[in-house]
């Protein structure tokens, strides 16, 4: 490697770091923080975060919000929680109703209970995006018709679940995860030396089999669960999803990507992955996607990326409340009904290897 390419590698690299870590202060409030001597303060860890949580209240002396083993909470879900690229559903009918999940779970019946009703929900409706979000990593669809509804259930949620990220060290492209490769994927195994890795905050994700509602729009659906290995509707661990630079030279420009393979068994959550993430501070979501039936094998783990009510919990958006999804400032504004496709993120501003963008 010249000493030109050896530069380029060093300060893409470093731009890469800063972005993943950007990424976890985005995503979580709370980073994993190490006192780093060596830097003389503070210093982002993503390979060796902070021992987890009891979930206890120091001040009340009791878990406020989700107990250990046994127990029961619910969720308000809200419109507007689509992600970059994705197409947010909110019809008149879901901000004038409500929808709201609740899980009851026992680990000595090794069981997680999920009830979800809902008065407002679409009833096989269909649906256009404005643009084609693909990338060369996941093929996205631009209408859906007919659709009936997923539950996503994310367990971990870009906290203290990091993946390795794959980048050429000759081009300094993102070239994907140990999950694209084998024996984990379908492309062949990578070559020593042809690639570094870059850790990065991650979340993790099972859907729930397909359903739909009423055609006044009411509806009430049960799923059960294993609470040692929460499985997807197909038996697997789900889907991994993270936000990342592409291209490690603009390394301030991120997108989106899932996994498309059947995750290992490694993987599987068990219901304290998601209380976990709760005590945390994490916390835990919970979407609905709009899906076509049958799913295409390119959706066989991950959503359509329809997405129609959402919540998060602990941290609940208030009632009559949406993100501002279009401007990516990350604040909440009245909801209002309208459907609309959530912009990518802005061109970098720079190029860290020179030659323009």
Not at 20 to 35: E, F, G, R, V, Y
Not at 184 to 204: D, E, H, I, R
Not at 310 to 332: H, L, Q, W
């Amino acid at each position: 490697m010249s000493a030109k390419s050896l530069f380029r590698l060093r300060r893409a690299v470093v731009g890469l770091g800063a972005a993943c870590a950007m990424s976890a202060c985005l995503q979580n409030n709370q980073p994993d923080m190490d006192d780093t001597a060596s830097t003389g303060g503070w210093a982002l860890n993503l390979s060796n975060p902070p021992p987890l949580a009891s979930g206890r209240s120091a001040i009340e002396g009791r878990y406020v919000y989700a107990p250990p083993d046994e127990g029961e909470f619910s969720i308000n879900l809200n419109v507007g929680g689509a992600g970059v690229g994705e197409y947010a559903i909110i019809e008149p009918s879901m901000i004038n109703g409500e929808a709201k999940v609740t899980f009851k779970y026992s680990k000595k019946k090794n069981l997680v209970e999920m009830t979800a009703k809902f008065k407002g929900l679409p009833y096989r409706p269909s649906y256009r995006k404005d643009f084609d979000e693909s990338s060369q990593f996941n093929k996205h669809f631009q209408e859906v018709k007919n659709a009936k509804w997923q539950f996503w259930l994310m367990g971990t949620l870009f906290g203290r679940q990091h993946e390795q990220l794959y980048y050429s060290a000759t081009t300094l492209q993102y070239i994907g995860t140990r999950y694209d490769y084998a024996p984990l994927g379908p492309k062949p195994a990578l070559t020593p030396g042809s690639y570094f890795a870059v850790p990065a905050p991650v979340l993790q994700m099972i859907c729930t089999p397909m359903f739909e509602g009423k055609p006044n729009g009411e509806g009430e659906v049960k799923f059960r669960f294993r609470y040692d290995r929460m499985e997807d509707a197909v038996g697997s661990p789900g889907v991994i999803y993270l936000l990342t630079a592409f291209n490690g030279c603009t390394p301030d420009h991120i997108d989106p990507y899932w996994t498309n393979s059947r995750l290992p068994n490694e993987k599987f959550m068990t219901w304290d992955t998601f209380l976990q993430s709760i005590w945390n501070g994490e916390n835990i979501a919970v979407a609905m996607s709009a899906e076509p039936d049958p799913k295409p094998p390119e959706l066989a783990f991950r959503d359509n990326t329809f997405i129609g009510w959402t919540g998060v919990y602990p941290m609940e958006m208030p009632k009559g409340f949406m993100g501002d999804n279009r401007s990516a400032t990350g604040k909440i504004k009245p909801a209002v009904a309208g459907n609309f496709q959530v912009p990518m993120y802005p061109p970098s501003r720079r190029n860290l290897c020179g030659g323009g963008q």
